[in-house]
């Protein structure tokens, strides 16, 4: 019996977004899939920072604070174009 169209599984809408990070967390990315791929799991960079976002989720708001107050704050936006 074919599947109805009502049981596809809906499809995740993806975002496209962009960032700047101080070049030695940017390498901590390289550094944490190398690791992985150590440890034979393959990741994508969206995929660890993922992994990521899901563990600050979890904590409470006094290690939330706590974890925020550890990131360098950078100026936001593209460098001026030189003349």
Do not use: C, F
Not at 20 to 44: D, F, H, N, W
Not at 49 to 63: E, K, N
Request: charged residues 30%; hydrophobic residues 45%; without cysteine.
């Amino acid at each position: 019996m074919p599947q109805s169209k009502s049981a596809k599984p809906r499809k995740i809408k993806l975002i496209r977004d962009s960032y700047a990070m101080p070049e030695a967390e940017y390498a901590q990315i390289a550094q944490l899939k190398q690791r992985l791929l150590e440890l034979g799991e393959t990741v994508k960079k969206s995929e660890l920072l993922r992994a990521g976002l899901a563990q600050l989720a979890t904590l409470d708001d006094a290690a939330l604070l706590a974890a925020m107050a550890g990131v360098e704050r950078i100026k936001t936006g593209r460098p001026a174009k030189k003349a």
